[in-house]
């Protein structure tokens, strides 16, 4: 099994910046691929963006591309999310994942950390 936590959640103006870190205890990290979900309260979990095994390839909802870069660093077994131009609307718990293939679709993904929030004010 791989255990990930997540970590780099935290309050925030509108148009600032975080950036989040999953950090995977397993040796074996970078068999995954790596993915990053968002939930805010009331709404269902949201696919955010995703990275492959060797952080060739990445993919990103709408909503997020071109603010939100996610990057890999499997020597550290960890995935980072970087947030710019943060909206009120990016306000969520954060989520990583770990499973076999690149995809947007949550139940791909076999494992999960317990999530980080997020909060980003107008």
């Known amino acids: 099994q791989v255990q990930l936590a997540e970590s780099g959640g935290g309050s925030v103006q509108a148009g600032g910046s975080l950036r989040l870190s999953c950090a995977a205890s397993?040796?074996?990290?970078?068999?995954?691929?790596i993915a990053w979900f968002r939930q805010a309260p009331g709404k269902e979990r949201e696919f955010a963006a995703a990275i492959t095994r060797g952080g060739i390839f990445t993919t990103y909802a709408g909503s997020v591309k071109g603010r939100f870069t996610i990057s890999r660093d499997n020597a550290k077994n960890t995935v980072y999310l970087q947030m710019n131009s943060l909206k009120p609307e990016d306000t969520a718990v954060y989520y990583c994942a770990a499973g076999p293939y690149t995809v947007a679709q949550f139940r791909q993904y076999e494992y999960w950390g317990q999530g980080t929030q997020v909060t980003v004010s107008s």
């Open positions: 397993e040796g074996t990290f970078s068999s995954y691929s």
